[in-house]
């Protein structure tokens, strides 16, 4: 429907040969900047040039930054203080990670589409518990599923929360409880595989642990119905953040699903600031779904990073609808041979909206398998980040990599990045990448008119179309009719865009084979 | 009265005069063959009358069931009951055969302030249809005419037609690329559809098509005019001597 050309898979084992030893492949280099306000436009453009200034300003405040969040971190270890010696001092080294590198700025290479200077000078405090009535969930469409566990700040609401009944041994609950109760089956696990030197996100999330789910399903255990988490932010009269914390660990030749939705009750500034870590033994077959809708003062960062073990099957699917700046990061490490990973996303902004895109995929035992594919829309004056890195290491003879980013920009004033790097350290590997931008095409609307639609329905069908390539990936039908029901809602604004068309390249095709 | 009136009709496309006066009148229950080679125009008369707006007319009229066809958009033309099968038929990936056959039918019944059709009732409408122009149930599901084969979009083409029933069904080159058993399957569901008041205009460039689907009147485009027209014998004359000897000054400037 989008002009666009097959992937040309290449079996690289001749083009990378002996590349290990210089480290980084031509590819690595590839940056795709794909902006339909191009070239001398998009240099007069007032928002690169308040680019330029919120740079200025960054440098000057990121290192105040820590400072403020010392007095917090301090405080928030007396609310934490029956922790286990183990975790708080695996706090307090994330913290002192965090206070040593302060926020990122667009000068570092992860960030360089994304300035999250309005998180760094923002002061936020901790949010705390704040009571929330079960009717004020039911806009978010939840009441289907049959186990819904709902955390309010962060933090776990019993009062909330129904659980359907599980197969024998399966824990599904509050972190904060089960390290309470059973802080040796939770030591083995958390912080063992997110690692907080290298996103300071990632260190502000390990150094205000307190809570989020905690799933662990038993060897050969299958959980059919899916877990859904609804983590609900409620703004306060001053500007808030909250640290979800997950660990879902999935037994040798388990099934499960869960869903993480992120929410807003009311509008205001907060920071949800989560982090999940997945850890997929072997055999596994773990689906995870990602949805971010918070409020248009909504600052959304999350971190997902899997741990796969031999033959573990795992699906990540993202739904990114709102949120004023959104950061998902998505980190699969394929460990074990034989193990397969579908990163599979949609992100559709509107207005003002930031959605950042970050994946890094990493190869680390032979004969892995790993496909992305994120479609964006882009309405407005959003703004769109695609990074799909890719990691091949040296043991990681016959890795499948397969990356696809495909976009559609509905306004002239939306901008995408779409960046993909792939750094490929064994020489016998098959690795795909490519990008898309495109606007609606002119052939299937006038196909689809020509049928008895009406344009702005025609335009409906092609977004829908272009959502479902993600949605029809999902394996949970469930799941799937409710995202669908999601982003039809989120929709219909974009339908009805009518702007002028670029005469010129308004389809544009940035492929790469690597 | 005429179903299709079409006079002294000027079409342009990116500034260049396609379409340089023409003049055709349909009758209800007629079946016209417009017939010519390559770069005529013939596509571009039938992507007017669908109102591709990329077409630009810069002259004359065309009246579709007493009506300005010229005024009304592609989804007004298709809710009135035009109905053009595409020489290149779209893929859409991500959507359907069954729900992008649902969503026309129904914005063409509401338009008609007809009921919408549920799927419960829809799916038989469409199995139905289907199973004439023998295409197999899996294309249902299966996203529109994505990864077809040329038949099977030019079949695809036909099973929409059937579902839609229009006035007028203009098919630009369905007959092109099939193999003869697909040629027949396509004649076979398009003379089910003839009747006393559906009026088709069979856009080929192969005589082959009117074997099977038998025109009560043949035209000649060339160069952006009809120079010629005729009864279905005209078709064979064409098929014994090319086109060179319709009009050959025009020809030969080209
Ligand atoms: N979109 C277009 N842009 C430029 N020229 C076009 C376009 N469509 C058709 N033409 C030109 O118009 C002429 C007629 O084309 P067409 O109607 O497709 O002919 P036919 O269907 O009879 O083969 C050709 O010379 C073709 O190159
Ligand atoms: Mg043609």
Not at chain 2, 1 to 30: C, R
Not at chain 2, 137 to 154: A, Q, T, Y
């Amino acid at each position: 429907m989008w002009v666009e050309q097959g992937f040309n898979p290449c079996v690289a084992s001749n083009y990378f040969f002996g590349l290990s030893r210089c480290g980084k492949p031509p590819a690595a280099e590839a940056d795709m900047r794909g902006s339909l306000a191009a070239g001398l436009k998009s240099l007069l453009h007032p928002a690169f040039l308040k680019r330029i200034l919120e740079d200025l300003l960054i440098v000057i405040t990121a290192t105040q930054a820590p400072e403020k969040y010392q007095e917090i971190f301090d405080q928030f270890g007396s609310r934490v203080a029956a922790q286990p010696r183990w975790l708080q001092s695996l706090r307090q080294e994330a913290f002192a990670r965090f206070a040593e590198t302060g926020f990122p700025t667009t000068h570092d290479e992860d960030w360089r589409f994304t300035n999250v200077a309005a998180v760094s000078k923002t002061a936020f405090e901790l949010a705390g518990l704040e009571h929330v009535k079960q009717e004020q969930l039911e806009p978010f469409g939840v009441s289907q599923f049959a186990s819904r566990l709902v955390f309010v700040n962060g933090l776990f609401s019993a009062d909330l929360s129904t659980l359907a009944a599980m197969p024998a041994g399966v824990q599904v609950g509050s972190l904060a409880a089960q390290l309470k109760n059973d802080p040796a089956s939770v030591e083995p696990h958390l912080g063992r595989y997110l690692n907080f030197q290298r996103d300071p996100f990632a260190a502000l999330n390990t150094a205000f642990v307190e809570d989020g789910i905690c799933i662990a399903v038993p060897e050969s255990v299958v959980v059919k119905a899916p877990i859904y988490v609804l983590f609900v932010t409620v703004p306060g009269s001053t500007p808030t953040m909250n640290h979800p914390r997950n660990l879902i660990i999935a037994g040798k030749s388990s099934q499960v699903t869960v869903v993480e939705d992120y929410v807003s009750l009311g509008e205001g500034a907060t920071f949800s600031n989560a982090a999940t870590e997945l850890i997929a033994a072997d055999n596994a077959n773990v689906s995870h779904y990602m949805i971010v809708r918070e409020g248009d003062a909504a600052y959304n960062f999350s971190t997902l990073r899997i741990q796969q073990g031999r033959s573990a099957n795992v699906a990540t699917h993202s739904l990114l609808l709102s949120g004023a700046l959104v950061r998902n990061n998505v980190h699969p490490v394929l460990a074990g041979e034989g193990s397969e990973c579908l990163i599979n996303g949609l992100f559709m902004a509107n207005g003002r909206q930031h959605m950042d895109n970050y994946m890094l995929v990493e190869h680390a035992s032979p004969h892995c398998d790993s496909r992305q594919f994120y479609n964006g829309i882009l309405n407005g004056q959003s703004h769109g980040v695609f990074h799909g890195r890719i990691i091949v290491h040296k043991d990681a003879q016959k890795t499948d990599a397969k990356q696809t980013n495909r976009n559609l920009l509905l306004s002239d004033e939306a901008q995408i990045d779409t960046k993909p790097q792939l750094e490929i350290y064994a020489d016998d590997v098959k690795c795909t990448h490519g990008a898309t931008i495109g606007r609606f095409d002119d052939n299937a609307l006038f196909y689809l008119r020509s049928r008895g639609l009406a344009e702005a329905a025609a335009r409906h069908v092609l977004l829908l179309a272009f959502a479902n390539e993600c949605l029809d990936r999902m394996s949970s039908q469930q799941v799937r009719d409710h995202l669908e029901k999601l982003v039809v809602a989120g929709m219909p604004e974009a339908a009805r865009f009518e702007g002028e068309r670029s005469p010129e390249g308004a389809e544009r095709n940035l492929e790469e084979v690597g | 009265m005429s179903l299709l009136e079409i006079k002294n009709l000027h079409a342009s496309v990116n500034g260049n005069e396609i379409l340089k006066g023409i003049d055709l009148t349909v009758n209800p229950g007629e079946v016209h063959s417009i017939m010519g080679p390559n770069g005529s125009g013939k596509s571009t008369l039938a992507q007017v009358l669908a109102r591709r707006e990329s077409y630009e007319v810069t002259g004359g009229s065309i009246t579709f069931d007493g009506k300005d066809l010229l005024e009304m958009k592609p989804e007004d033309a298709a809710c009135e009951g035009l109905f053009m099968a595409f020489q290149y038929p779209v893929e859409i990936p991500g959507i359907s055969n069954a729900y992008f056959l649902r969503a026309a039918l129904n914005a063409i019944r509401k338009y008609r302030g007809q009921d919408e059709m549920d799927a419960m009732d829809f799916l038989p409408l469409l199995k139905e249809k289907m199973r004439m122009l023998e295409m197999d149930e899996r294309f249902l599901n299966r996203p529109v005419n994505e990864g077809f084969s040329g038949g099977e979009k030019k079949r695809n083409e036909i099973v929409q037609m059937a579902v839609l029933e229009p006035k007028l069904a203009v098919l630009d080159e369905t007959d092109s690329g099939l193999d003869i058993d697909a040629l027949k399957i396509v004649a076979k569901g398009v003379n089910a559809m003839r009747d006393k008041k559906r009026s088709m205009v069979l856009v080929t460039h192969y005589q082959r098509l009117l074997d099977y689907i038998v025109p009560d009147f043949v035209h000649v485009l060339v160069n952006g005019r009809i120079v010629k027209s005729g009864g279905p014998e005209l078709a064979l004359e064409l098929e014994q001597k090319g086109y060179s000897w319709t009009e050959p000054e025009l020809v030969g400037k080209r």
